[in-house]
């Protein structure tokens, strides 16, 4: 792909900001609510699952991964949305669900007052969550993408991974301040549903965004509506592509911001009880901060090279590094060693998380593109990525395990290195242009 030589109009620096935060606060939002759950799993497990069962973390996981495994539901429902009546529009619609469902789960009577009926609601919860998880990714991604303007709409795009990172940040920040206020059982028995609370309260400042966005019938493309029929039979190639691409990405991230978090506190809560647990909770809310500050950088980075240099420094750092970051994860009590083995293998994941999202949106048209970049990313994400905890937990964490993840980051090398990459983009050209195939 080479560069596109338009001209480029002198920038709207307030249109710019209106633009990021229309597609940021509402994604930040829907992400702080998914990672609540991820975040506070492991206390609220004996809440909704027999106590006495040694299988509940992992019945909780599983559950966990119910979320990605109807993403493709929600991809679909709200891609439709998105490509015919705007992407503002169909991320506030996701997010308010998501948040709707987090209130639900905060008054859920737990399994010692309605039995079996409590892992109900939370299997249902899961469902909902999930498809509104399928489609605010790529409304987001896609707002975001092209909300940019020319040679910066990889910084745009990259205030998605921020605000991913952000929802991690904000789950993490929660719990800390929760393990300050009391202890592991008193998040266990109440602070739980604090969260919960808190999370889905956060969705009124989605409502209050849906008012403020105005731009929903200048971005929803013009034509007939997408259909999965055709992006099959039109799309089949770069929708592959998404698949494959994510299928290493997504793992990654999930292992990274789930497993690890969870192992190194297990780790130092094993080796100095409950101070050692706020101190690796803390150490490890650093080090997302620093995480989701990387994504502009990563994204600006993007925009001067181009977005394979980066995805395929990610593919080749996972494959070389992803045992060793467990394993560490597991074993390595010093906090600074720990931080800095974070900050690095975050460094890797950003050169994925901070322009995943616009090397998607660039391989299709408008009229397709939510559909295409969402159903592709729920697909990789429901079997490789929601899964990883899961995988983890019912394997023990060992080789199996890292084997499992390093063969799913080659494949994302893979598709990567064969990516057809430059800095100009489809999205600069004008209208009726066709999208490079990767």
Known sequence: MTRLNLAVPRPDRRAQVRAILTGSVPNLVQWFNLYVYATFAPYFRTEFFDPDSPDSLVWVYALFAVTFLVRPLGSW??????????????LVTAVTLMSAASLVLAATPTERVIGVWAAVI???????????????????AVLLSESGTRGRRGFFSSFQGATIVGGLVLAQGLLLVLLLAG????????????????????????????????RSARTAPKGGASTM??????????????????????AAFYTATVTVPYLIRETFFADGGAAAERASTGLVLAAFVILMLMQPLGGALSDRIGRKPLLVVFGVG????????????????????VFAVLVLAF?????YLSVNGIAKAEVFPAHI???????GYAVSNSLFGGTAPLMFHATGGGVGFIVYLTVLLA????????????????LDAPPGATAPKP
């Open 183 to 214: 202890d592991r059982a008193d998040v266990a028995a109440w602070g739980w549903r604090v969260a919960f609370a808190a999370s889905g309260l956060a969705g009124l400042v989605s409502l209050w965004w849906a008012r403020s966005a105005r």
């Open 77 to 90: 429902i709200f891609g439709r949305l998105a490509d015919t009546g705007g992407r503002e529009r169909a």
């Open 122 to 140: 939370l299997v249902v919860v899961s469902v909902v969550q999930g498809v509104a998880a399928g489609g605010g990714y790529a409304a987001a």
């Open 347 to 351: 460094a890797v994941l950003t050169c």
């Open 411 to 426: 494949v994302t090398a893979g598709a990567a290195i064969a990516m057809r990459g430059g800095v100009g983009t489809v």
């Open 229 to 250: 029929s055709e992006l099959f039979r039109g799309y089949w190639r770069p929708l592959l592509w998404v698949i494959l691409l994510t299928a290493g990405g997504s």
């Open 369 to 375: 593109r939510t559909l295409g970049v969402g159903f």
């Open 318 to 337: 996972g494959v070389l590094g992803a045992g060793a970051l467990v394993t560490a994860a597991a074993r390595v009590t010093s906090p600074a060693a």
